[in-house]
């Protein structure tokens, strides 16, 4: 399973990924970051999308071909969004969606 935080969201999608890893699962971490990385060396894919929360800029996901090895990708952000029609991540086998919610006492 590949847990995925959108933007800078990583902490609660890493204790998503921490709490199915308990639970025997294989779990990799990554996050959409805005920082570009060229192709090439560990980089073997590279897929540039507008961001999801609708601020204008770019956001990047590395390693996730069309035939990536992950039986499930879960994308997850703190705010509801929704991943356009023609969007990059559209194109991406097993994807789902999560939101993870802060509770704040």
Known sequence: ILVVGVGEFLYLP???AEALE???AE???QATPRSPIKEG???KHVREFAALTGEGYREYLYNVAPDHPYDRVVICGEN???IPPGHALRD???LEQCLLE???P
């Open 22 to 24: 308990n639970k025997g």
């Open 41 to 43: 060396g560990a980089i």
């Open 92 to 94: 991406i086998p097993f």
């Open 80 to 82: 509801p969004f929704d």
């Open 14 to 16: 890493f204790t998503f």
């Open 102 to 104: 802060t509770h704040e």
């Open 27 to 29: 779990v990799w971490v």
